[in-house]
């Protein structure tokens, strides 16, 4: 059991930006790639950024320029800046990570995600 939480998601008006964060709690050993997803009603769920865990990072087409993400090992935390937010982006945020949570079977990993937070983006 490693619970993921999602914070900062809200409402924003078109062009504007939100930051997101994930964080992890419980027992972790290490935590391999991290990645936030979209879900839009009627649609399917979204990869929109993926970091490794060197900090390697790949982004949606659709995002690239716009979105950054980040981690802080330190706090078992992944980020997502959003800028210059669009109506279309409207979205429930989910993160999910890679976890390894037994040291003594470190290449064992397990996927979470989190519930997932809304992001609204409307005048």
């Known amino acids: 059991q490693v619970p993921l939480v999602e914070y900062g998601g809200g409402l924003v008006q078109p062009g504007g930006s939100l930051k997101l964060s994930c964080a992890a709690s419980?027992?972790?050993?290490?935590?391999?790639?991290i990645r936030w997803y979209r879900q839009a009603p009627g649609n399917q769920r979204e990869l929109v950024a993926l970091?490794?865990?060197?900090?390697?990072?790949n982004y949606a087409d659709s995002v690239k320029g716009r979105f950054t993400i980040s981690r802080d090992n330190a706090k078992n935390t992944a980020y997502l800046q959003m800028n210059s937010l669009k109506p279309e982006e409207t979205a429930v945020y989910y993160c999910?990570?890679?976890?390894?949570?037994?040291?003594?079977?470190?290449?064992?990993?397990?996927?979470?995600w989190g519930p997932g937070t809304q992001v609204t983006v409307s005048a």
């Open positions: 419980g027992s972790i050993f290490s935590i391999d790639a």
């Open positions: 999910n990570g890679d976890f390894a949570t037994d040291a003594r079977s470190p290449g064992r990993l397990f996927q979470y």
């Open positions: 970091i490794t865990n060197r900090g390697t990072t």
